[in-house]
């Protein structure tokens, strides 16, 4: 997995297994919490973006 910088709040998510890029979203920071959105949807977590991306992981 890797997060790289797109804005102010915002940073994209790139997962992949070894050299395959398997899924992508958004990561954002507003009002004290994190979202991730994804072709599939949003989801908000707290206020820990680590807990946020563990607790994404965890889903997928």
């Not at 997060?3 to 958004?26: C, K, M, P, Q, Y």
């Not at 994190?34 to 949807?41: E, H, L």
Request: charged share 15%; glycine share 8%; proline share 2%.
């Amino acid at each position: 997995m890797s997060l790289t910088f797109l804005a102010e709040n915002a940073w994209s998510i790139r997962e992949a297994i070894g050299s395959e890029h398997v899924a992508h979203g958004d990561l954002r920071y507003s009002r004290g919490r994190f979202a991730i959105m994804t072709a599939a949807g949003e989801q908000t977590y707290g206020p820990s973006w680590q807990a946020a991306i563990t607790a994404h992981l965890h889903t997928r």
